[in-house]
């Protein structure tokens, strides 16, 4: 059985076991978290929501919050003396997957 949920604005496949990483959430570390916007459930009889599935919702433990390796920008033009170098990491939460309801 799986499930296709959406959180921070993207689309993770989930199954009891995976381990999943997604946009920093506000709750501690072990406590369980309940991500109930699902799109679709997979198994023996497919649920496509429009968009949500009634009544649908995974549970998870979350693992640990981190950050990820840095991500470089750089800009240049040349002949003109310009460069620019920012910097990025993108915060996350790891997530372990225990159960799908619904």
Wanted: aromatic residues 6%; positive net charge; charged residues 30%.
């Amino acid at each position: 059985m799986y499930a296709i949920i959406e959180t921070g604005g993207k689309q993770y496949r989930v199954s009891p076991g995976d381990t999943i990483l997604v946009e920093r959430l506000a709750t501690p570390v072990g406590e369980q978290v309940t991500l109930d916007d699902v799109r679709l459930m997979g198994g023996d009889q497919t649920r496509v929501g429009t968009p949500r599935v009634d009544g649908a919702a995974v549970l998870g433990t979350v693992i640990e919050h981190s950050r990820d390796r840095k991500v470089r920008v750089f800009k240049y033009k040349r002949r003109k003396h310009y460069r620019r170098t920012r910097g990025h990491r993108q915060a996350y939460t790891a997530i372990q997957i225990d159960e799908l309801r619904g």
